[in-house]
C-alpha cells in the first residue's frame, strides 16, 4: 500500500512570509496527525483529526498557525505570518483509530527553514 | 510537552554489538511505542508494548516495560550499521479525546561503527 504523502519536501522562507504543507494519508486512515520537530527533539503534536473533525488541537499556535482536512482525507497547515523558530521538519502522519491498531505511520516530513 | 525522557541522549557502539536505549515517562499509560527515525527521513514504528505486559520480542528487538517505575528499554541486538538512526520512544494514552494520542521522548542517537 501506498504511503504517507506530504509536500514539499523543503521549503525556504523568509520571516513573516507565509507558507503551506500538504499531507495525503494511506487510503481509509481516519486519524491524521501534524507534528513539529524541531532539531534535536522529539515530535511535538500540533493537530489531531478524525476524518474532518478536529479533534486535539492544544499545542497548534493558533494566531498563526492553521489546518484543515476538507473531506476527511488530504489536509493543509499552514503557517502565516512565519517567524525564526518556526524552522523545523513538519511531520504527517495517519493511523486506522480501530481498537488495539494505535500504530502510526508517517510522512517524510516538509523540511522548513525560515530565514 | 515531552512525555518520555530517554537516555543516553547519544549511544556509539561497534557492529555485532548489543545497543540498549531507555525510556521514562511521567503519566499512566496505555501503550508505549518505539519509532526509528533516519537522517532526513520519517518516522518507522518498530514495536508496541501494552501497559499490561512486561516484555515483547521482534526480530532482533526486545522491549521490557516497567508501569511501576514508568520505564521501558529497548534492546537491540547484535546490531548493524543499517541501525545507525535516531530511536524514539512514544506514550499512549487511553480513553476519549486521548486515544491514539502519542507523546514523544527527546530520543537516543545510536551510531554503530562497522
Known amino acids: 500500500e501506498a504511503g504517507v504523502a506530504q509536500s514539499p519536501r523543503y521549503k525556504i522562507i523568509e520571516k513573516r512570509q507565509s507558507v503551506a504543507f500538504w499531507c495525503n494519508p494511506i487510503s481509509g486512515h481516519a486519524t491524521l496527525y501534524w507534528y513539529q520537530q524541531i532539531l534535536g527533539q522529539g515530535p511535538k503534536l500540533l493537530i489531531q483529526f478524525q476524518n474532518n473533525g478536529v479533534v486535539d488541537d492544544s499545542q497548534l499556535p493558533k494566531d498563526r498557525f492553521s489546518a484543515e482536512r476538507l473531506k476527511g482525507v488530504d489536509s493543509t497547515l499552514k503557517i502565516q505570518p512565519a517567524k525564526l523558530e518556526d524552522s523545523a521538519v513538519y511531520l504527517c502522519?495517519?493511523?486506522?483509530?480501530?481498537?488495539?491498531?494505535?500504530?502510526?505511520?508517517f510522512g517524510p516530513g516538509t523540511r522548513l527553514l525560515v530565514l | 510537552s515531552q512525555q518520555g525522557e530517554e537516555d543516553p541522549q547519544a549511544l556509539s557502539i561497534q557492529e555485532g554489538e548489543n545497543a540498549t536505549m531507555n525510556c521514562s515517562y511521567k503519566t499512566s499509560i496505555n501503550n508505549l511505542q518505539w519509532y526509528r527515525q533516519n537522517s532526513g527521513r520519517g518516522l518507522v514504528h518498530l514495536i508496541l508494548i501494552r501497559s499490561n505486559e512486561r516484555e515483547k520480542h521482534s526480530g532482533r528487538l526486545r522491549v521490557t516495560l516497567d508501569t511501576s517505575k514508568k520505564s521501558s528499554s529497548l534492546l537491540i541486538t547484535a546490531s548493524r550499521a543499517a541501525d545507525t538512526a535516531s530511536y524514539f520512544c512514544?506514550?499512549?494514552?487511553?480513553?476519549?479525546?486521548?486515544?491514539?494520542?502519542?507523546?514523544f521522548g527527546q530520543g537516543t542517537i545510536l551510531t554503530v561503527h562497522p
Open positions: 512514544a506514550t499512549g494514552r487511553a480513553g476519549g479525546t486521548s486515544y491514539g494520542k502519542l507523546t
Open positions: 502522519a495517519s493511523s486506522t483509530f480501530l481498537v488495539n491498531q494505535e500504530t502510526q505511520y
